[in-house]
Nanobody
């Protein structure tokens, strides 16, 4: 099991940027693919971006391509989500998650989750 704690959320105006961080603990972090998911009020949780355990492979939700970047630092047990050109529709609670499956985008395949961090984008 991997324990995850997110940070970096907040309130930002449309067009602004935020960087989310996910601090992981546990022996298997460096061998897990990692993902960022989000959940807006009244909506289902959806994947935003996923990164392979080596960091060389990434998958992005279509609506965030070109605006968001996922990265990881295995030496520091950190995963990041750089979010640029934020839009009001990006408002949600963002979760960091870990999976032992390659580049899965299905929330059901992620066994470890953080508590989430709120991102609010004002228009």
């Amino acid at each position: 099991q991997v324990q995850l704690v997110e940070s970096g959320g907040g309130l930002v105006q449309a067009g602004g940027s935020l960087r989310l961080s996910c601090t992981a603990s546990g022996r298997t972090f460096s061998t897990n693919a990692m993902g960022w998911f989000r959940q807006a009020p009244g909506k289902e949780r959806e994947y935003v971006a996923v990164i392979g355990w080596r960091g060389g492979s990434t998958v992005y939700k279509e609506s965030v391509k070109g605006r968001f970047t996922i990265s990881r630092d295995n030496a520091k047990n950190l995963v990041y989500l750089q979010m640029n050109s934020l839009k009001p529709e990006d408002t949600a609670v963002y979760f960091c998650a870990a999976t032992n499956q390659r580049l899965s985008t299905a929330a059901a395949n992620f066994g470890s989750w953080g508590q989430g961090t709120q991102v609010t984008v004002s228009s």
